[in-house]
T-cell receptor
Framework: KNQVEQSPQSLIILEGKNCTLQ??????????LRWYKQDTGRGPVSLTI?????NTKSNGRYTATLDADTKQSSLHITASQLSDSASYIC????????????FGAGTTVTVRA | KAGVTQTPRYLIKTRGQQVTLSCSPI?????VSWYQQTPGQGLQFLFE???????NKGNFPGRFSGRQFSNSRSEMNVSTLELGDSALYLC????????????FGPGTRLTVL
């Protein structure tokens, strides 16, 4: 069973609207959680990295939240643009010296004009 | 600073052949990880190299192998290709362990016919 579950699997939103993506994880211990954006045919690009002590982190119109107690994270996209159409992947690192990152399957976001 | 580069970007092979993919990490990064990405499975960890040594390995058959050179460049080899090996192969480099931010290359799209 995957230790990182993302929802929804895909969503379609209109340009200018907001959306929220969810990531639930069971990885333990936990070192940090990352959100990546991956455009079609490209490698993932890091959006945010949060340690267990951080509750929120922003990168432009992207805001990630983390609740280490409930093991949930969300990525909020504000005022979506067509360029936000991509796959968003949640990645959890179990420890500072453990290289077995756990990847979510991703949420595919399609922004329409 | 140049990003992670991967060559070739696209490759078409037939079943039974072998293939070698190359990855050049960001200058100064000593860790290189390889991933296989397919639409149904998402990102799957292959292996990670640090200072020319394989430090961690995923659950892939022995047909998948890799190595790292003294300049931190890495190659992965897949022998006796199968149709199911068709995927986007990504490499990522990081300065130290995976707890640090990973920077992904654009990937090599391998198609096995």
């Amino acid at each position: 069973k995957n230790q990182v579950e993302q929802s929804p699997q895909s969503l379609i939103i209109l340009e200018g609207k907001n959306c929220t993506l969810q990531c639930n994880y069971t990885v333990s211990p936990f070192s940090n959680l990352r959100w990546y954006k991956q455009d079609t045919g490209r490698g993932p690009v890091s959006l945010t990295i949060m340690t267990f002590s951080e509750n929120t982190k922003s990168n432009g119109r992207y805001t990630a939240t983390l609740d280490a107690d409930t093991k949930q994270s969300s990525l909020h996209i504000t005022a979506s643009q067509l360029s936000d159409s991509a796959s968003y992947i949640c990645v959890v690192s179990p420890g500072s010296n453990d290289y077995k990152l756990s990847f979510g399957a991703g949420t595919t976001v399609t922004v329409r004009a | 600073k140049a990003g992670v580069t991967q060559t070739p970007r696209y490759l078409i092979k037939t079943r039974g052949q072998q293939v070698t993919l190359s990855c050049s990490p960001i200058s100064g990064h000593r860790s290189v990880s390889w991933y296989q990405q397919t639409p149904g499975q998402g990102l799957q960890f292959l292996f990670e190299y640090f200072s020319e040594t394989q430090r961690n390995k995923g659950n892939f058959p022995g047909r998948f192998s890799g190595r790292q050179f003294s300049n931190s460049r890495s190659e992965m080899n897949v022998s006796t290709l199968e149709l199911g090996d068709s995927a986007l192969y990504l490499c990522a480099s990081t300065h130290g362990g995976s707890a640090n931010e990973q920077f992904f290359g654009p990937g090599t799209r391998l198609t096995v016919l």
